[in-house]
């Protein structure tokens, strides 16, 4: 843990650039992750909702331990009650980052440093008989650091042939190192299978589920 902690504070833009023995000099590497949720609520007094969100994170990881991040999503909260009716908020974003992939003298922990890019956001809103109202989303962090460490992750049952013995799969697991001022992006954490785009979902229980990409229909 200490040595993760030093490799934290070594992840910070005012630091000069590391040493190339803390830099990950492996082959150039891309790996994908999704998010899918779906929550929905109900009430006999006539008031429901149906809340989904789709988001796609894609890592290009250089042999220099440069990277790149884009993340894509859409949320959409479906509102119905008796009295005003139905209620439509869309929010779309599309973010670009840059930055470094740090990785610590066990090379199973590493430091994710990104700085934005590009960014692009909207939301819309529709309600019954009225005019699509569009506005820009408030504008989140420039930069942002995130903690990742390699685990091996236990994907759903729905992913094994009958018979077949079910396997942990390699994945690096990357939660953020402080929380962030208020923004719209894919949640963390991004999970990063090594060989396979992972997918985590959300439902009404609130438990986060992990499978391969497409594995599940809504």
Request: glycine share 6%; hydrophobic share 35%; with cysteine.
């Amino acid at each position: 843990m200490l040595v993760f902690l030093a490799l934290l504070a070594a992840a910070s833009p005012a630091i000069p650039p590391v040493a190339p023995s803390s830099v990950d000099q492996s082959a150039a590497e891309t790996w994908t992750f999704q998010r899918v949720d779906r929550v929905t609520r109900s009430s006999p007094m006539g008031f429901s909702t149906d809340w989904r969100l789709r988001g796609r994170v894609v890592l290009h990881r250089a042999p220099d331990g440069s990277v790149t991040v884009e993340d894509i999503g859409e949320s959409q909260d479906r509102v119905w009650d008796q009295t005003y009716g139905r209620r439509v908020e869309t929010t779309t974003w599309r973010t670009s980052w840059s930055g470094t992939w740090r990785t610590d003298v066990e090379a199973d922990v590493a430091a994710l440093t990104l700085q934005r890019t590009g960014w692009s956001c909207e939301v819309a809103r529709v309600r019954d008989r009225t005019p699509t109202e569009l506005e820009p989303c408030p504008e989140g962090p420039s930069e942002q650091r995130l903690l990742c460490r390699l685990t091996e992750q236990w994907l759903g049952p729905e992913l094994t042939t009958p018979g077949e013995e079910r396997a942990p799969v390699g994945a690096w697991e990357c939660v953020r190192a402080e929380v962030l001022a208020a923004s719209t992006e894919t949640p963390a954490p991004w999970t990063f299978g090594q060989r396979a785009c992972v997918e985590a979902s959300r439902g009404n229980t609130g438990a986060r589920l992990l499978r391969l990409c497409g594995a599940a229909a809504d």
